[in-house]
């Protein structure tokens, strides 16, 4: 209730500095302007993510196959990498045989979207000498779970903080909020799965989500 009340009235402020900057367009050269514009940008963003993680254990059921939810995540990814021309390789499996779950879609595209950024990020970082990068989407039925993995070869996560990077407002990302993995767990969670994660500064990193059938 809180973020909502500052975020409306930030939104205006937001939109007011817009139109000042179009029929002022010598405002752009004020020092300060631009961080000011990207300050209150990150607020704005900081306060709609903490809308969803205090809303990320409701959910908005529906029915629906989550092998061509995954199937069109991936297409779409794919698309992402080639029109910024990236040499990050990405490749998927998905194979589930199932019928339709039963779930939250748009939350779960989320979580989905988020670990593939995750892995981009992480590839992005790293400096390859002989390989590339590279990111694995695998979605398969093990016995009575559906195991979806998203795989890395990036810059992983050090073993002193890889047991943090679940936890609201923890981030070492410049510009990050710490609230993606925070929600995206709490989403998985809602739904009675797992997402759990391994890392190595030398292998990259594996984040894998446990849905039961």
Known sequence: MISHEIRNPLTLVSSALQIIEIQHPEVINFHGWSQAIEDIEFMCNLLNELSDFN??????????????LLKNIAVSFAMSLDSINSNIEFTSKISLNSDNYTGDKIKFEEVILNLLQ???DAVSEKTFTDSKGSIFLCAEKISDSIVISCTDNGCGISDDIVNTIFDPFVTYKTNGTGLGLALSKKIIEAHGGTLI???????G?????????
Not at 197 to 203: A, G, L, P, Q, Y
Request: net charge negative.
């Open 205 to 213: 990193t594996v984040f894998t989500i446990t849905l039961p059938v």
């Open 197 to 203: 994660v391994t890392s190595s500064d030398e292998t």
């Open 55 to 68: 809303n990320g254990s409701t959910l908005h059921h529906s029915v629906f196959s989550l092998e061509k």
């Open 118 to 120: 995750n892995a981009k």
